[in-house]
């Protein structure tokens, strides 16, 4: 598969690295091999370069990937345990993310250190009210949404390893239920 290339003046993503990405995938996809995950595919990065792959073109083809494999994950484990189990599991899931931005504005996540920058506290506390509003009064966001959101750095901000956390089984309850 080739995508666009970025423009001249722009980085793009290193052609080699997406292409040997894409094809590892897609072979493992084909194989039935299951040691690459929906969670591989999201955490996938790639270097920018010149004259490499617009960036865009390929974020939107990965996430259509990660779908793929996310549904086939979703078949296996609905095999395994039964479609009861599945449903539960993902309501569990959806209420630990509930529980999680009930908490106090300011108090959701916990802090990064006195000198060290998190997510801005203010960005991440107005995008739980989005979450919760998807949850409880089906407001719109959608998994695209949730993937391309970018907190600005804040000394003593959230923990970006906890709200990463949250957004990616937010993604994974998305993907569940679609």
Do not use: C
């Not at 250190?113 to 407001?139: K, L, P």
């Amino acid at each position: 598969m080739t995508f666009p290339l970025a423009e001249s003046k722009s980085l793009g993503y290193d052609q080699g690295v997406v292409d040997s990405f894409l094809a590892s995938a897609r072979e493992a996809f084909q194989s039935g091999d299951t040691s690459v995950t929906s969670a591989n595919v999201r955490s996938v990065v790639f270097p920018l370069v010149t004259s490499g792959y617009a960036p865009a073109e390929v974020d939107a083809a990965i996430d259509r990937l990660e779908d793929t494999f996310a549904e086939r994950e979703r078949d296996a484990r609905i095999a395994e345990i039964g479609i009861d189990a599945w449903n539960a599991e993902t309501r569990a899931t959806a209420q630990e993310i509930l529980n999680r931005i009930a908490r106090a504005k300011g108090a959701r996540f916990r802090r990064s250190g006195w000198f060290v920058y998190g997510y801005s506290v203010a960005e991440v506390d107005s995008f739980t009210q989005r979450i919760h509003d998807y949850f409880t009064e089906g407001g719109k966001l959608s998994r695209n949404d949730v993937r391309a959101t970018v907190f600005r750095p804040q000394l003593r901000g959230y923990d970006e390893a906890q709200v990463d956390f949250l957004l990616d089984e937010l993604v994974r309850v998305m993907l569940a239920v679609r």
